[in-house]
């Protein structure tokens, strides 16, 4: 089991960035959540197994259609008992 931190910088606001998370971590099975960050970016925790978070962290450098991702930091974290994925409040 791994736990990161992602923080998602570049046009990543207004482009329907949460909701593709949502969807993509759902359909890959990981736990945690996404939101909007006061600064432009997005934030999310995503834990799961280490190949399937790495795939996650993969596509979060794409995101989706209309985004576009300049940078994708990744910091290891502890998981939060999230259970499923979903959104939080801008932070």
């Not at 910088?9 to 945690?32: D, E």
């Not at 996404?34 to 795939?55: F, H, I, P, Y």
Request: with cysteine; charged share 25%.
């Amino acid at each position: 089991m791994r736990t990161v931190r992602l923080r998602i910088s570049g046009r990543v606001q207004g482009v329907g960035y949460r909701a593709w998370a949502i969807a993509t971590a759902t359909r890959l099975g990981l736990s945690g959540w996404v939101r909007n960050r006061l600064d432009g970016s997005v934030e999310a925790l995503v834990s799961g197994d280490d190949d399937t978070v790495e795939a996650m962290i993969a596509l979060c450098g794409d995101g989706p259609y209309g985004a576009r991702v300049t940078a994708v930091a990744i910091e290891e974290d502890q998981p939060d008992g999230s259970t499923g994925f979903g959104a939080r409040p801008t932070a």
